[in-house]
């Protein structure tokens, strides 16, 4: 399992996440959420709606590699396109994560000539 997800994992069990496009515009207007987050497949208003909501209220926001399917797993709550993380700690870590996971998955085609492409 990706290192991310995992910690959406830990979120979910600790209470620390707001699953589904209202619980996260509520956490986030209550000053709880630290990060918004949405599917790769979430719909064009789902993402319209995170990001308002995460600019109106100053909370971060950014749209994940996963699908709806794949949080759904995590947080065994069908298949939510928007969800927010309520601790500061663990959002900065899922999102350390997130970069590192990129930087590691693009790490071996870096080295790739145009040629061998």
Known sequence: MDRSLSLLGIAKKAGLLAIGSQAAALSA??????????????SDGSIRRAKANA???????????????E???ITGRGSPGTIAILDKGLADGFTDRLTQTKISTKAPHSNRKESDA
């Open 71 to 73: 949080l759904g797993s």
């Open 29 to 42: 207007r209550q000053g709880k959420a630290a990060l918004i987050i949405t599917a790769s497949d979430a």
């Open 55 to 69: 600019d109106a209220d100053g909370v971060k926001y950014i749209a994940v590699p996963y699908t709806r399917f």
